[in-house]
Every structure is written in structure tokens, then in C-alpha cells.
């Protein structure tokens, strides 16, 4: 089975920057896959923050985080990136990485097959 393993998360002032990183148990797994981030607030369901296809070259951000988050991947490291810059309290969450074995870029939690455990993203005022 494989597992994605998130990293980076922490407290950070607003305006500040976080990166995190996910990267995959098994080498070359995200090579075929789409790859996405995505963020729960409590008391809220799972929302959509930004995937990309296996390229790399075809993002897809959530409204809120355009100009400001930028997912990224780096397949012969197994790894995804989200760099957050200009972090807003709302931003607060857990942050998840999803892989979905498909080339289609989706921005529905439910069309990802594998999760890894999520990162805490704590942003004060």
C-alpha cells in the first residue's frame, strides 16, 4: 500500500510563508498520477487548494489561493510541493495530499484514491 507522507506545516504569522512538501513510499508512484492538495478547517468538509497534472505544467488553483499558493512537483524525487506565500489566517488547517490515478486534473476530493495523514497550518493574526 502506498502512502503519501505530508511535511512542512507549522505556525506561521500572517504574511508569512510556508512550503510544504508530500512525497510518495514508493519510488516513481506519482510519475502517472495527478496530484493534489487539499486543506480541512474544523467543522468544515474538505475543500479544494490546487493540483496538477504529471507534467507539472498544468496547475489548477482554488479562488482563494490563486496569486498566492503554487503546487509544484518533482517526480524523480517522488515529491509535491505547495509553496504558500502571504499566508492569511483563513488559510488555518489541515493541509492533505491526494494522488489520483488518472491524467485528468480534478479538483474533487472524491476522485483521489490515496491520502497521506495531513499537516497542521496554524496562521495568527
Known amino acids: 500500500q502506498v502512502q503519501l507522507v505530508e511535511s512542512g506545516g507549522g505556525l506561521v504569522q500572517a504574511g508569512g510563508s510556508l512550503r510544504l512538501s508530500c512525497a510518495a513510499s514508493?519510488?516513481?508512484?506519482?510519475?502517472?498520477?495527478?496530484m493534489g492538495w487539499f486543506r480541512q478547517a474544523p467543522g468544515k468538509e474538505r475543500a479544494f487548494v490546487a493540483a496538477?497534472?504529471?507534467?507539472?505544467?498544468?496547475?489548477r488553483y482554488a479562488d482563494s489561493v490563486k496569486g498566492r499558493f503554487t503546487i509544484s512537483r518533482d517526480n524523480a524525487k517522488n515529491t509535491v510541493y505547495l509553496q504558500m506565500n502571504s499566508l492569511k489566517p483563513e488559510d488555518t488547517a489541515v493541509y492533505y495530499c491526494?494522488?489520483?490515478?488518472?491524467?485528468?486534473?480534478?479538483?474533487?476530493?472524491?476522485?483521489?484514491?490515496?491520502w497521506g495523514q495531513g499537516t497542521q497550518v496554524t496562521v495568527s493574526s
Open positions: 491526494g494522488a489520483r490515478s488518472s491524467l485528468v486534473v480534478s479538483s474533487r476530493a472524491h476522485d483521489y484514491d490515496y
Open positions: 496538477v497534472n504529471w507534467r507539472g505544467n498544468i496547475p
Open positions: 514508493e519510488r516513481t508512484f506519482i510519475y502517472n498520477n495527478t
